[in-house]
């Protein structure tokens, strides 16, 4: 059986992204995109490339509804839906490889998606996401962070397509301002939903508010269905970052000690603790922590996951803490490994420093070894 497949989207203001999104989906047998009101000329030109597209404005704007919305758009003959977003472009031959796996009885598909990327162009967040689903099956749920839920008690099969490749380079001058209002709403209407609790904290805390951060996250702890270990350790973690931003150094700490033993499996608490411990001069706190961190080689790809725990900045830590604690050799090997991730010039002019300084002829011998 062929398949037939729909991206569709909502849409407000994107003209930059349009032809890259447009380019990147044009392998779907249909393509439909809700306009809920730009003014720069998106509506005109998806009509332009001869996009499925209608203008929708909203008093009151929520993505589950505009989402819901933008499904009126989508064909009846349409096999499979692909929601993506305008900022949002598919690596070339994935039409091909969701028509091969779906069959009868599949819901859902999940494919790789990398959410954003380093200065250096390498990825950063790296997650499977599950936005592809059957035509007719699925409706889209909550104001912000919105999700798919079934719309009867059908059972479906989920499968996994890793080779699918989804990528998000967004425009970082976009306000996300309507964000803290609809999840404040979403709380206010599912009060017991851990998710969006969740992400009602971690907003505050990107707004400022630290002690509503604060309280809504532990609130989040206090669920009884808030069970993912890597989600509440997010919380915790996002607690200590509140009190470090209060100066409440001693609670700071705390709560990441707490994260580590939520989820000793990632590397994201251990790296913050690490770094608590460096700027408090702590080094062989820092070392034994950032040690520990090291030993974790499994990275596990959800929203959760921080880049930066991948990269050269443990190493580069590790090899400051080892060279005050004076044992040089550990702070070279530090130094290569941090150096095989990274090109920096810095880290190779302090590799250079040290090495010199463990070959130099002047290397001072203390006072008490003259004296045996």
Not at 56 to 84: E, G, Q, T, W
Not at 252 to 277: D, F, S, V
């Amino acid at each position: 059986m062929e398949y037939k497949i729909c991206v569709y989207a909502i849409a407000k203001n994107e003209i930059k992204f349009v032809d890259r999104f447009f380019n990147s989906v044009k392998e779907a047998d249909y393509v439909c995109v809700l306009d809920t009101g730009s003014t720069d000329g998106t509506f005109e030109r998806f009509k332009e490339l001869g996009v499925i597209t209608k203008q929708k404005k909203y008093k009151h704007f929520r993505f589950d509804v505009a989402r819901n919305d933008s499904m009126a758009l989508i064909p009846k003959d349409a096999d499979i839906c692909v929601c993506v977003d305008i900022d949002e472009y598919f690596e070339s031959g994935w039409s091909k490889i969701l028509k091969e796996n779906w069959h009868e009885g599949v819901g859902r598909a999940k494919y790789r998606y990398t959410w954003n990327f380093n200065p250096d162009g390498s990825e950063g967040i790296v997650f499977m996401s599950d936005k592809i689903h059957k035509n007719g099956a699925y409706k889209w749920k909550y104001p912000v962070h919105e999700i798919l839920v079934p719309c009867d008690d059908r059972q479906f099969e989920f499968i996994n397509l890793p080779n699918i490749q989804l990528n998000h380079k967004a425009d970082d001058a976009k306000s996300r301002s309507n964000y803290l209002p609809l999840l404040k709403l979403s709380v206010k209407e599912n009060p017991l939903d851990d998710r969006n609790v969740h992400y009602l904290g971690r907003e505050f805390m990107f707004h400022g508010e630290y002690e509503n951060a604060i309280k809504m996250l532990k609130y989040h702890l206090s669920l009884p269905t808030a069970t993912w270990a890597d989600e509440r350790c997010a919380s915790m973690r996002y607690i200590a970052r509140c009190y470090g931003y209060l100066g409440d150094e001693k609670n700071q700490e705390e709560y990441l000690k707490y994260a580590i033993l939520e989820a000793p499996h990632t590397r994201e608490p251990y790296l913050e603790l690490g770094i608590l411990y460096f700027n408090q001069k702590k080094y062989l706190d820092c070392a034994i922590t950032l040690e520990d961190m090291l030993k974790i080689k499994e990275r596990y790809l959800n929203y959760i996951s921080a880049p930066e725990c991948w990269t050269s900045m443990p190493y580069d830590y590790l090899s400051i803490c080892y060279y005050n604690l004076g044992d040089y050799n550990k702070a070279t090997t530090a130094l290569v490994n941090a150096i095989e991730l990274s090109d920096e010039k810095r880290l190779k002019e302090n590799l250079k420093y040290i090495l010199n300084l463990k070959n130099s002829k002047k290397f001072i011998v203390p006072d008490f070894i003259k004296q045996i």
